[in-house]
């Protein structure tokens, strides 16, 4: 049994991102949940569209 694949030692730190990688992380990110809000919305507009006028009056 060899020990070709490496236990990564658990005191090491893994991949260190620049700042300039974390930058552009952070905007990807803000732009994913911009996205996915729109997302949300369309559906929320389109839902509310689909079911007409109606939806708001209804007995309570």
């Known amino acids: 049994m060899s020990d070709d694949k490496k236990i ?5 730190e893994g991949v260190v991102l620049t700042e300039e ?3 552009r992380r952070r905007a990807r ?4 949940a911009g996205v ?4 949300c919305l ?3 507009v389109v839902t509310i569209v ?5 939806v708001l009056i209804r007995p309570l």
């Open 36 to 39: 996915l809000a729109a997302l």
């Open 50 to 54: 689909k079911l007409g006028p109606a």
């Open 8 to 12: 990564p030692d658990r005191g090491a």
């Open 29 to 32: 990110s803000i732009a994913i």
């Open 42 to 44: 369309l559906f929320y």
């Open 21 to 23: 990688q974390k930058r």
